[in-house]
């Protein structure tokens, strides 16, 4: 049973460019939610999509944005990178539907993006 | 706003003592779930334990477990018989299904 898949795991961009990011959730698992993981600190919620629709966002600005398929994986695009979005990505996946675990997320290991 | 705060930024203990990480949270919500993570070098945040907060039992998994005190709004993670393996960042985390709150970690180094 694999787990929550990231790639790449490493990024290197410049600034202005676009990047994508992308997450296969674990298993069984409906609901795919992006954080931002700056160095040293904790994760920040970017966004959560369930349903192929984003069902609820952080405090980040529209240049991130966001998409899920109907195999529940997702992607995360920031456009017009800025130095400040250097940071490691997590994804984490769950479960929203009917029974299960609904309260857990599950992380993968990861996207660092560094912005030149 | 829901805000989760870990006041201690680095610990070290030697093999095989027990350590205890503190964590504070505030929230207005009644019914809620926390969460400690840990994050070792190879940055995957891995699950050590959950509290669901309407429960009062204290949370246990093997060698880890809480003490919940929903009143003070305090949840500190003990590690009994630390192994050099248990050396981590260690992540405190307020929410649910939908959106995870962390503190600022703490970084917990076993000796040998």
């Known amino acids: 049973d694999a787990g929550v898949t990231q790639s790449p795991t490493h990024l290197i961009k410049t600034r202005g460019q676009q990047v994508t990011l992308r997450c296969s959730p674990k298993?069984?698992?409906?609901?795919v939610s992006w954080y931002q993981q700056a160095l040293g600190q904790g994760p920040q919620f970017i966004f959560q999509?369930?349903?192929?629709?984003?069902?609820q966002r952080g405090n980040f600005p529209d240049r991130f944005s966001g998409h899920q398929f109907p195999n529940y994986s997702s992607e995360l695009n920031v456009n017009a990178l800025l130095l400040g979005d250097s940071a490691l990505y997590l994804c984490?996946?769950?479960?929203?539907?009917?029974?299960?675990?609904?309260?857990?997320?599950?992380f993968g290991a990861g996207t660092r993006l560094s912005v030149l | 706003a829901q805000t989760v705060t870990q006041s201690q930024p680095e610990m070290s203990v030697q093999e095989a003592e027990t350590v205890t990480l503190s964590c504070t949270y505030d929230?207005?919500?009644?019914?809620?779930?926390l969460f400690w993570y840990k994050q070792p070098p190879s940055r995957q945040m891995i699950l050590v334990i959950r509290?669901?907060?309407?429960?009062?039992q204290n949370a246990t998994e093997n060698r880890f477990s809480v003490n919940f005190q929903k009143a003070a709004k305090s949840f500190s993670l003990k590690i009994s018989d630390s192994q050099l393996g248990d050396t981590a960042m260690y992540f405190c985390?307020?929410?649910?299904?939908?959106?995870?709150?962390f503190g600022q970690g703490t970084r917990l180094t076993i000796n040998p």
């Open positions: 984490a996946s769950g479960w929203r539907g009917p029974g299960g675990t609904k309260n857990i997320q599950y």
């Open positions: 298993s069984g698992h409906d609901t």
């Open positions: 999509y369930y349903e192929e629709e984003e069902r």
């Open positions: 929230t207005s919500e009644n019914n809620y779930y």
């Open positions: 509290q669901e907060a309407y429960k009062q």
């Open positions: 985390a307020f929410g649910g299904a939908q959106k995870l709150v």
